[in-house]
Structures are given as structure tokens and as C-alpha cells.
Nanobody, 124 residues
């Protein structure tokens, strides 16, 4: 069993930055890909970014490319999402997820453990 806990969410003005962290307990994450998803009110959960087990492969949604960066520290069992140049449309609950394999997936079906979510609100 893996427990994931996100932190670092909050309220920020447009153009600002936040860094989300996701720390795992229970099992090591080093053998799993990791992903960040988000869900805005009335919308489906969407993939934001994903990273392979060793960090060599990363994926980003087109809407966040060049603004967000995913990284991981396997020694700390933690994955990060650095979010820069935030826009009001980035407002959502952000979830981290542990993948079923070492290869990152853009689909929620590729993940079997989820955090409780962190609210990110970007004001205009």
C-alpha cells in the first residue's frame, strides 16, 4: 500500500508561482512512474505532467508546457510540480498519483494510488 500526501497548494495571483510536493509513505516510489493531474469544478480530471521512475522521461499537457516542471527525488520518496507563470485557468484541485509501472502514462487508468488533492487557486 502507498499513501500519497500533497502539499504546497494555495492562493496566488496570476503570473505567480507555486511548488507542489507529493510525499509517499508505505512503499518506495522509486520503481514507479509518477503523475500530476488536476480537476476543475465541472470538468474531468486531466493529466498535467508525468515522469518515469528515474526521471528520464517526462510528459506535459500542452496547456502547461514551458510553465510547469515535474521532478522527483527518489531518496526522499517525493515528487514535485513547479508551477510558474500561473493563469486563472490553472485553478483546480491537483492530485499526485503513483503509476502501475515505471513508464509514465497520460491516463488516470495508468495509476493505482492517489493523493487527497491540493487546491490551487489563481486570481486574476
Amino acid at each position: 500500500q502507498v499513501q500519497l500526501v500533497e502539499s504546497g497548494g494555495g492562493l496566488v495571483q496570476a503570473g505567480g508561482s507555486l511548488r507542489l510536493s507529493c510525499t509517499a509513505s508505505g512503499r518506495t516510489l522509486s520503481s514507479r512512474a509518477m503523475g500530476w493531474f488536476r480537476q476543475a469544478p465541472g470538468k474531468e480530471r486531466e493529466s498535467v505532467a508525468a515522469i518515469s521512475w528515474n526521471g528520464d522521461i517526462t510528459y506535459y499537457a500542452d496547456s502547461v508546457k514551458g510553465r510547469f516542471a515535474i521532478s522527483r527525488n527518489n531518496a526522499k520518496n517525493t515528487v514535485y510540480l513547479q508551477m510558474n507563470s500561473l493563469k486563472p485557468e490553472d485553478t483546480a484541485v491537483y492530485y499526485c498519483a503513483a503509476g502501475r509501472t515505471v513508464v509514465p502514462s497520460r491516463s488516470p487508468a495508468g495509476y493505482d494510488y492517489w493523493g487527497q488533492g491540493a487546491q490551487v487557486t489563481v486570481s486574476s
